[in-house]
């Protein structure tokens, strides 16, 4: 398969689409089309087994094609769980599981693991290869975790100075060795500006050799759209029925990886977003007119993006606005309604939701009744609630407890550079790692 960009016809294969990153032109990379299954297609049960069949069209003929079921197995080796909270209308899929709490462990560990057997392939270039990754809390962790300690790669995360949680900063931060944080004196869209400026310099692309691990990456989406798919299946195989999802999302990755899912065929009956305060994704499909805006801090601070760099591979999936609409629904959610979640949450279902799941279930609950009733719903648990303790504890009047994992990484030691969000400034402190 070959996949080109969102803003030209400029083609690669799948090992340069992933690990280049970001197209040329600054568009991103998506596939020239996407397969089509059945739910009958589908023989495997796991998530991992499930996530390698659904890749499978994706690998054909690249380099790493018989190592996709090896890259599954090593990089999907925790439990995702589909559990029951009312029967036969609502059901949370648990993608906190991993080794630091959140869904992007998924994603982040699916792209170590293929780009650690990519290096080899290319002895072209020796240069180390630099991973660059904009993050609003988890994405950085996450990859952080992935990729520490693998050789002929190293990560610089830049995050957004006070506006990450203090758990969060600390997953970005207690690394070392191939892994650097960067703390940005501005906002998420400063460092992802930040990232996209670097990958379309020529200067700086003749120095070093870079990379992307956030969801501007197409190895973190395919892996993505693997979850989203067994969950359904899952669903579909103990009910006969396709399940709706709603999805939490920010940049629009964990979004469009359900709409990818859905649109090669998965049972996924119908697609919710839930957002913050950061309205542009419902703006957009209220008015039809495009208006991204500075980022505004929240609770749900891993979903405080103004500018969703993914947007441009939705407008490719569906390009009719109509037909867009139609497919697609978003409901914006406030800090207010954020809080008055994770306590019913605990009142319904003695459920503890970290900030950003809580925007899924306030918009399950502010789903037209009919729309419930007798209609299975999926929503994505995108993180444990133990990484927003100071947001979490005083609603619910309690401690949560720390996954093991988690506390394991809180006990390291942390570090940091502050970063001015300038191309220059990148550019000084990637010349000095070298």
Partial sequence: MRFFSTRSREQVDLLHAVMQGLAADGGLFVPEELPRFTPEDFRGETLAEITAELLAPFFRGSALEAALPAICTEALDFPVPLRTLVEGELCVLELFHGPTAAFKDVGARFLAALMERALPLDEGDARPL???????????????AAFHGR???????????????????????????????FEVAGSFDDCQALVKAAFTDPALGRTHRLSAANSINLGRLLPQSGYHAAASLWHYRAHGTAAG???????????LSCLWAQAMGLPIREVVLAVNANRTIPDYLAT?????????????????????????????????????RSTVEAYPVDDAAIREEIAAGVARFGEVWCPHTATGFWAYDHLPAARRAGRPWIVSATAHPAKFEAIVEPIIGRTVPLPTALAQLLTRPVASIALEPRLEALTYELDRWA
């Fill in 245 to 255: 999802s709603i999805v939490p999302t920010g940049n629009l990755g964990n979004g």
């Fill in 151 to 181: 050789r002929g790669i190293r990560v610089g995360v830049l995050f957004p100075k006070g506006q990450v949680s203090a758990r969060q900063q600390h997953q970005l931060t207690c690394w070392g060795g191939n892994v650097r944080a």
């Fill in 130 to 144: 630099t991973i660059l990754v904009a993050t609003s809390g988890d994405t950085g962790g996450a990859v952080a």
């Fill in 288 to 324: 039809g007119q495009w208006e991204p805006r500075a980022s505004r801090p929240t609770l749900a601070s891993a979903m405080d993006v103004g500018n969703p760099s993914n947007m441009e591979r939705l407008l490719h999936l569906l390009p009719d606005f109509a037909a867009l």
